[in-house]
């Protein structure tokens, strides 16, 4: 009664979004899917946020987007278009919403309300255990990060994005919402990567994100105290608070996708489908789903289905620099945004430039800074 042929562990982002996958293909059709999480989620728990040309599958759920972007550091600010993309958000409550209507119309998907302890590779299947139950499967999709062996490597630097976000409301309009702050590093950076992220969806009401690309999480009181002086140096203080978010997602290189066995994949944050360097992982989600489903149909096995490429080393460059001195963050960003069209600053961090491509925007950078790195990392795996 509790074998399934698919379980996917852990109703998020991307197990919601394999699921919905899955449950649109043919192949699927008359597989059985069970989804486990402790809850099934549908409030507005997460903001997810990516840049796409203006039509794209999740358009429908899309509650704000800007055409946009604003950058601010003490050397370098700008705003300008990000033409042909949007920078869009969505809310989880939208997305979960979406998906649970759909998946709730599929015989074959049931949702198991448990915690989940751990998983297991077994003899040719995987199991799942949960505090009242032993589920068995041929096929184990994991969103959860059970294992804590990347922050006790050392090969690879482990940084946090780590961040508290305020949605607030004003009397007044007080707000631009034509453009979205991508980052604003004119705040204090007290030896870290610290920076504003702003995103007004109305000209009253606003995301305000303090954000930290850095080892260690500060204190609740240290973000809200300043987006609380961010605002007042602005003149916004008559505001109420409509909500309130807060997260942290480990920014490393580490290989995750190497816990991948026979009957078991990594997906999402836990499959290592965060963008090292900057945390997005919306985008890449949505990418490696559709990867994912057609490795599947294909009974490809697991360990192959992700490979190191070129903006692994980048991204594993920049962690290694910032993890040593974690102040040059607004100096690197700064330069590139200084130097490059933010048309191909995103293309980049979407990993579509070619080599060439990628050379205009590397050479822009504080050369003599990555150099260093690369040399040090190329000789570390030598």
């Known amino acids: 009664m509790n074998y399934y042929d698919y379980i996917i562990v852990g109703g998020g982002a991307s197990g919601l979004m394999m699921a919905y996958r899955m449950s649109n293909d043919a192949f699927f059709e008359n597989k059985s899917i069970l989804i486990i999480d402790k809850e099934k989620k549908n409030t507005n728990d997460k903001t997810w ?3 796409e040309t203006e039509n794209d599958e999740w358009n429908n759920i899309v509650s704000a987007s800007w055409k946009n972007i604003i950058f601010k550091s003490e050397f370098h600010s700008t705003e300008e278009s990000i033409a042909p993309y949007e920078y ?5 409550k939208d997305f979960y919403f979406k998906i649970w209507s759909h998946l709730e119309t599929k015989k074959t998907i049931t949702f198991e309300a448990s915690s989940v302890l751990s998983i297991h590779q077994l003899d040719k299947e995987a199991s799942v255990i949960t505090k009242d139950k032993i589920f068995k499967t041929k096929t184990i999709l994991n969103s959860i990060l059970f294992t804590d062996a990347y922050k006790k490597q050392s090969k690879y630097p482990v940084l946090q994005q780590h961040f508290v976000g305020f949605f607030i409301k004003t009397k007044k309009d007080v707000f631009d919402s034509n453009a979205a702050t991508f980052m604003d590093f004119t705040v204090d950076q007290i030896g870290n990567t610290r920076f504003m992220y702003i995103l007004p969806y109305a000209n009253n009401e606003a995301l305000f994100e303090y954000t930290l690309f850095s080892k260690q999480l500060l204190p609740y009181n240290d973000y809200k105290v300043e987006i609380d ?3 007042r140096e602005r003149n916004i203080t ?3 608070i409509v909500e309130k978010e807060q997260g942290s997602i480990p920014m490393t290189c580490y290989k995750f996708w190497n816990h991948n066995t026979e009957n078991i994949i990594n997906i999402g944050t836990a499959g290592g489908w965060s963008k090292a360097s900057t945390g997005f992982t919306f985008k890449n989600t949505t990418k490696n ?9 294909k009974n490809k096995p697991f360990p192959k289905f992700h490979k190191t490429n070129k903006f692994w080393f980048y991204d594993l460059l920049l962690l290694d620099i910032l993890s040593k001195k974690n102040h040059l963050g607004a100096f690197i960003f700064g330069k590139m945004f200084q130097r490059n069209t933010p048309k191909q600053i995103l293309k980049f961090l979407d990993e579509d ?10 050479l822009k950078l504080p050369i003599i800074i990555f150099m260093k790195a690369a040399f040090a990392r190329i000789f570390r795996f030598i």
Not at 88 to 92: D, L, N, P, Q, T
Not at 289 to 297: A, C, F, G, M, P
Not at 356 to 361: A, H, K, N, P, T
């Open 238 to 240: 008559d505001y109420e």
């Open 289 to 297: 789903t559709i990867k994912l489903v057609n490795h599947i149909k």
């Open 353 to 362: 430039t070619s080599l060439l491509e990628d050379l205009q925007i590397q």
């Open 229 to 231: 002086k961010y605002l």
């Open 88 to 92: 869009k958000m969505i809310r989880s």
């Open 49 to 51: 946020c990516y840049w």
